[in-house]
C-alpha cells in the first residue's frame, strides 16, 4: 500500500509539471514496480493482453470518426438544425450549442472532438451575437462531457472491460444523467442570461416559416442525424457489438463525408486520420501502463486493503459513497477520464463491492464524476482545452464554468448516487 501511493504521488507531481500523461504513467508503473519488487517484464505480458482487446478497437474507431465528422462539416449541420429550433429566443445559441454537443457526443464519444468541433463553430457566434466571452467559453467546456456520458462512450468502453460489465449496460447507465444534465445547461444558460442587454437574436419567425427552416435545415441534416441511430440501434439490438458499430461510423462518415456532402478533401482526410492516431497512441499508452502497474497492484492486494482502510473511516453506506465521490473527483482534476476510469475500477470496485453497490449504477457514478472533474480546476483539462480552442483567458471563463458545474453538474453527480433508478432504469431495460 505504501509504494502505491508513492508511485500515486509521484504520478500527480509528474503530471502538475506538464511531463506528458503516458510517461508519468510509465514511470509510475516502473516506480512501483522497482519498490515493491514486482516483475514488470511478466506483468508487461498482461498489459498487452488488455490493451489489444477486440473491444477497445472501437476507441480508434469513434475517435476517427468524431474528428472527420468535425473536418467534413457534418457537426456545422446539425449545429444549424438545432439552431432552427431554438437559435431565435434569448439565449437560443447558447442550448444550441449543450444540445449539439449532446448529438455530437452520440456519434463521437469524444469530449475532446466536441470542444474541437464546436467551439470553433459556436464561440465566435454567440460572442458576435453579444454572448458574454466567459460565458460562451464555459458553456462549450461544461457541455463537452455530455459527449462522455451520452453514448457510445469511449471512457465507459474502457470502465466496462475493466470491471468485465457489459458495454451497452455501461453506456446506457450515463445515458439518463447525460440527459438530464444536458437539460439542466440549458435551463441554466437562460437564467444567467435572463438580464442580458447586449445579446442580439434573429426576429422569430411565424409558425409555418419555423418549420419550413427546420424542414430545410433537417434535410441537410438528416444523414447525420441518423447516425447514432445506426450505431445504437445496431448495439442495443445485439446486431453488433460497439466495436463493430464504430467500424459502421466511421465507413458511414467516410461515404457521407466524401461522396454524398463532398466536403472531406484527402488533405483533411490525412490530417484527422494522423489526429485521431495521436490521440489514439496516446490513450492506449496510458491505458498499457495502468494495466501494468494494477496487475503488480492486484497481486499485492493493494485494492483490498484500500478497501478495508476506507471502511475503517467509516461503515455507513452514505458516508462512503460521499467518499467515492470526492476521490473521483480529485481523480478527474488530475488526469483524463480514461485513464480516472481503469483506477477507479482497479481502486474502488472492491470498496462498492463491500457495500453491495451494483456496478452498473458504480459505473454511472464514475462517468459522472470524472466529467465534473475534468473540467474543474485546477488541473481540468477539458476546461483549459476549450480555453485554448477559443482563445480566452483562463480569468475570464473559470467563474461562469464555477456556476454551471456548483449548480448544475454537481447536484447530477449527488443525484446519481443517491437516486440509483436514474442510473439503473435504462440498464435495466436490457434484462
Known amino acids: 500500500m505504501t509504494f502505491f501511493l508513492i508511485a500515486f504521488l509521484a504520478i500527480i507531481f509528474l503530471l502538475l509539471i506538464e511531463v506528458p500523461v503516458g ?8 516506480g512501483y514496480g522497482l519498490m515493491s519488487g514486482t516483475n514488470i517484464s511478466f506483468h508487461a505480458g498482461y498489459g498487452y493482453s488488455q490493451v489489444s482487446a477486440f473491444s477497445l478497437l472501437a476507441i480508434p474507431l469513434f475517435i476517427l470518426s ?4 468535425g473536418a467534413s462539416g457534418i457537426s456545422e449541420r446539425l449545429l ?5 429550433f431554438v437559435g431565435r429566443t434569448k439565449g437560443g445559441l447558447g442550448a444550441v450549442t449543450v444540445l449539439t454537443c449532446a448529438l455530437f457526443g452520440a456519434i463521437s ?3 475532446s472532438a466536441a470542444i474541437a468541433a464546436i467551439g470553433k463553430i459556436m464561440v465566435p457566434r454567440m460572442i458576435k451575437e453579444g454572448y458574454p466571452p466567459g460565458h460562451a467559453t464555459a458553456l462549450v467546456a461544461v457541455s463537452s462531457v455530455l459527449a462522455l456520458m451520452i453514448p457510445p462512450s469511449i471512457p465507459m468502453i474502457v470502465f466496462a472491460i475493466a470491471i468485465r460489465e457489459s458495454v ?12 438530464l444534465l444536458a437539460l439542466i445547461y440549458c435551463g441554466l444558460n437562460f437564467f444567467f442570461l435572463r438580464n442580458n442587454q447586449t445579446i442580439t437574436t434573429a426576429p422569430k419567425l411565424p409558425l409555418r416559416e419555423t418549420l419550413a427552416e427546420a424542414a430545410g435545415t433537417g434535410k441537410k441534416a438528416s444523414l447525420a442525424i441518423i447516425m447514432p441511430v445506426i450505431v445504437l440501434g445496431g448495439i442495443y439490438s445485439g446486431i453488433a457489438t460497439p466495436t463493430e458499430a464504430g467500424a459502421v461510423a466511421l465507413v458511414y462518415t467516410l461515404i457521407v463525408g466524401i461522396a454524398i456532402y463532398r466536403s472531406l478533401p484527402m488533405q483533411s482526410l490525412f490530417n484527422s486520420t494522423v489526429e485521431a492516431a495521436r490521440l489514439t497512441g496516446a490513450i492506449l499508452m496510458v491505458l498499457f501502463f495502468l494495466f501494468v502497474m494494477s496487475r503488480g497492484m492486484v497481486l499485492a492486494k493493494v485494492p483490498t486493503q484500500f478497501a478495508d482502510l476506507l471502511l475503517t473511516i467509516s461503515d455507513n453506506k452514505i458516508v462512503i459513497l460521499l467518499l467515492i465521490n470526492l476521490l473521483l473527483l480529485i481523480m478527474g482534476m ?5 485513464s480516472g476510469g481503469v483506477l477507479a475500477a482497479i481502486i474502488l470496485l472492491p470498496v462498492t463491492q463491500k457495500i453491495g453497490l451494483d456496478p452498473i449504477h458504480f459505473a454511472a457514478i464514475v462517468g459522472t464524476n470524472l466529467g465534473l472533474g475534468n473540467i474543474s480546476p485546477p488541473c481540468a483539462p477539458l476546461l483549459y482545452m476549450a480555453g485554448g480552442v477559443t482563445r480566452q483567458p483562463l480569468s475570464v471563463y473559470v467563474g461562469p464554468t464555477m456556476k454551471f458545474l456548483l449548480l448544475g453538474h454537481l447536484p447530477m453527480v449527488l443525484i446519481v448516487t443517491f437516486v440509483p433508478p436514474v442510473a439503473l432504469f435504462l440498464p435495466g431495460l436490457l434484462g
Open 334 to 338: 488530475i488526469i483524463d477520464d480514461v
Open 66 to 69: 468524431g474528428t472527420l465528422m
Open 109 to 111: 464519444g469524444s469530449a
Open 168 to 179: 451497452a449496460k455501461c453506456f446506457l447507465a450515463t445515458m439518463g444523467p447525460g440527459v
Open 23 to 30: 510517461f508519468a504513467f510509465g514511470a509510475g508503473a516502473l
Open 80 to 84: 444549424n438544425f438545432v439552431n432552427s
